[in-house]
């Protein structure tokens, strides 16, 4: 075998090799799905949603934004934001996805496994 047939069939093993690690980083970092959403305003949760319910829910502090929870999703479909950044986040479902609204200092976040040892107030429960 000649060195360039050599080295011409290690760097296919290699490539070979890196393909694999990388689909398997793919599988390991994969998000899980979540189960509840955080509404939290100026860096306070004030609210809590199971991800499976059908809600919409209004926040209405800094200014307006509608959230929505439907088949599993949630996402902002109004605000009254100068820029609109929060609708046009689209929707989340996977745990440790979030949308942000920064005029009106509101992040929506999903989570999974919520216990009531998280430290939400009485409101959110």
């Given at each position: 075998?000649?060195?360039?047939?050599?080295?011409?069939?290690?760097?296919?093993?290699?490539?070979?090799?890196?393909?694999?690690?990388?689909?398997l980083?793919?599988?390991?970092t994969?998000?899980?799905?979540?189960?509840?959403?955080?509404?939290?305003?100026?860096?306070?949760?004030?609210?809590?949603?199971?991800?499976?319910?059908?809600?919409?829910?209004?926040?209405?502090?800094?200014g307006?934004?509608?959230?929505?929870?439907?088949?599993?999703?949630?996402w902002?479909?109004?605000?009254?934001?100068?820029?609109?950044?929060?609708?046009?986040?689209?929707?989340?479902?996977?745990?440790?996805?979030?949308?942000?609204?920064?005029p009106?200092?509101v992040?929506?976040?999903?989570?999974?496994n919520i216990?009531?040892?998280?430290?939400?107030?009485?409101?959110?429960?």
């Amino acid at each position: 075998m000649s060195a360039k047939k050599f080295i011409a069939k290690f760097g296919l093993f290699l490539c070979l090799i890196g393909i694999g690690l990388f689909i398997l980083f793919l599988t390991i970092t994969q998000k899980n799905d979540g189960t509840h959403v955080i509404v939290s305003v100026n860096g306070k949760d004030i609210e809590c949603f199971e991800l499976a319910k059908d809600i919409t829910y209004d926040i209405d502090t800094y200014g307006l934004n509608r959230l929505t929870i439907k088949d599993g999703y949630a996402w902002i479909d109004t605000a009254d934001c100068p820029d609109k950044l929060c609708v046009n986040f689209g929707k989340i479902s996977k745990s440790g996805e979030s949308i942000v609204c920064l005029p009106h200092k509101v992040v929506i976040r999903i989570e999974s496994n919520i216990s009531d040892k998280e430290g939400l107030d009485a409101i959110a429960k």
